[in-house]
């Protein structure tokens, strides 16, 4: 195996699953009733919470969806307009 692929074996990290499901609505205030997996404790590579954020439903459906249903979700648009912060402020949460 390549020195630079990661395993669960290596990084335990990658061996912890979600501990909980949330409310869509209740975290990132989108009207959907779709429920999220979602870890109870943050890791220090976690991005801190901007409470100012404002979630644009459309994306954080999609990337919700992806993760509720373990799916790859590809976020695209012109430089600067949020993709990044979008993925961290989701992880963040």
Excluded at 37 to 64: G, K
Aim: glycine share 6%; hydrophobic share 40%.
């Amino acid at each position: 195996m390549p020195a630079d692929t990661a395993s669960p074996a290596a990084d335990p990290l990658l061996s912890l699953e979600p501990a909980r499901r949330v409310s869509v609505r209740d975290v990132f205030g989108v009207d959907s009733d779709m429920v999220v997996p979602a870890f109870d404790t943050p890791d220090p590579h976690v991005p801190e919470i901007d409470t100012a954020y404002r979630f644009d439903p459309e994306t954080t459906l999609a990337i919700c969806a992806g993760f509720a249903h373990d799916r790859r979700v590809m976020v695209q648009g012109y430089h600067g307009t949020g993709k990044s912060t979008h993925i961290e402020q989701v992880a963040a949460r």
